[in-house]
């Protein structure tokens, strides 16, 4: 100890390089030794990797080759059964002190992108479980913030709910927009094509890609004719056509935007036999229906530029007043889902708020199965040309379903 304490402390920057080595090396007393004085996450001012980016890379081949790894699910035959131990020991000891789950580096990869890209499932598995943890505490203390606010009232429009398409992913490094919010969004001009509807700033509202996951949501949803649906957010129509296909007892239609609304009624859609149009925006049409005892057997959520904290407030206070425990085809309960795009523009990001919304639905009461759907490949089909920004690159769609446990 006398021998430690007579040694000259080095620099920052020195600091900051041992504690990646160590991170590398995967030696955790000299990690332990470190981080008493330094942060856990440091960055390598070159790369841009932090010590959980170097502990998951030293996991993979010596030299990292994307064309022979890309992207799977598998495991590197390069790497050890030690190594993968050791790997997950240090990333648990950094996560433990601090480090943070979706830090990126200069290649915009969180360490979950660089242990997916080779193969590391173990490795992937802790750094998404650390995704969870982390986005549930900052949920648990974002509510806490709100019950401190008092009686004031919140005014959503004002750009309280920041979102893009109902991803919470992080943004690519190169592009520094303004947030999309939902009073932004509203405001805006919209731009119809026959395969996309843009906003004012080119940002994909809804596309014609989404159009098979429309279809089979609706099959899930409405397996039989003659059911109640409520769907809240038309966008394109794509989901309510699928539902009109299906012949409903009832169809109403939640929709915020003055230009969508002007579309629907330009297309007849309020004057379809069954079909009810609300104006407005959920938040404020919800609290009549409940009071009038709407009752549905299927309900449907995909709107633009409101966050997770949106969609967690329409489930635990909306939904388990207004689907009907004892509707649907076979009279056991109604079911309802939503477009998940939560984090989709990230691949770990998506699997971390899958996990997310599922723990928070089984709270709020409901059991959730689930389908995956291989997604095209978006880019080789040029989706995203003319579009501000990709809002997913993740090669599946999990379909939610939901219904009222028991």
């Keep these: 100890m006398a021998e430690e304490a007579d040694m000259p402390e080095p620099d920052k920057e020195m600091q900051a390089q041992l504690l990646l080595l160590a991170a590398s090396q995967h030696d955790l007393t000299k990690l332990r030794v470190l981080l008493r004085s330094e942060s856990a996450n440091v ?4 790369t841009g990797s932090t010590p959980l980016h170097a502990a998951i890379a030293a996991c993979g081949p010596e030299e990292e080759d994307a064309e022979s790894h890309g992207t799977t699910n598998g495991h590197d035959p390069n790497s050890t059964k030690d190594e993968i131990e050791n790997g997950k020991k ?45 986005e549930l505490l900052l949920n648990r203390l974002n509510e806490y913030e709100e019950l401190g606010e008092g009686d004031e009232e919140v005014v959503e429009e004002e750009g309280d709910d920041a979102g893009n398409s109902g991803s919470n992913g992080p943004l690519p490094l190169d ?31 809804m596309m014609a890609w989404e159009t098979d996951i429309m279809k089979r949501t609706a099959e899930l949803l409405l397996p039989v004719e003659g059911l109640r649906v ?29 230009a969508v609304v002007d579309r629907l009624r330009s297309k007849g ?3 379809r036999p069954n079909v009810v149009v609300h ?8 609290p009549k229906l409940l009071e009038e005892n709407a009752a549905f057997d299927a309900i449907y959520f995909d709107t633009f530029a ?7 407030n329409f489930f635990s206070e909306y939904v388990i007043g207004l689907l009907d425990a004892q509707g649907g085809a076979d009279g056991e309960g109604g079911r309802w889902g939503f477009f998940n795009g939560l984090g989709a523009d990230r ?24 389908e995956d759907m291989a997604v095209p490949d978006l880019d080789q089909r040029g989706e995203w040309k003319g579009v501000r920004r990709k809002y997913w690159v993740a090669d599946r769609y999990r379909l939610p379903t939901c219904k009222f446990i028991g």
């Design 230 to 258: 409520l769907n809240v957010g038309h966008g394109m129509g794509i989901i309510d056509e699928q539902f009109q296909a299906k012949t409903p007892a009832s169809h109403h239609i939640i929709e915020a935007h003055p």
């Design 279 to 286: 104006e407005g925006r959920w938040q404020d049409v919800l």
């Design 90 to 134: 240090t990333a648990k000891l950094l996560l433990q002190n601090g480090a943070i789950w979706n830090d990126l580096d200069a290649n915009e990869e969180t360490p979950g992108c660089i242990a997916l890209r080779l193969g590391l499932k173990e490795l992937y598995d802790v750094m998404v479980d650390a995704g969870v943890r982390a």
């Design 43 to 46: 960055q390598d001012p070159e």
């Design 175 to 205: 592009e520094a927009p303004t947030d999309v919010n939902s009073g932004d969004y509203l405001r805006s001009a919209l731009t119809f094509q026959e395969d996309r509807l843009l906003d004012a700033d080119s940002n994909g509202v």
């Design 269 to 271: 859609w309020h004057e």
């Design 306 to 312: 409101e966050d997770y904290s949106a969609l967690r």
């Design 347 to 370: 691949q770990v990001c998506y699997d971390v708020y899958s996990k997310l919304v599922e723990m928070d639905l089984f709270e709020a009461g409901f059991d959730t199965d689930w």
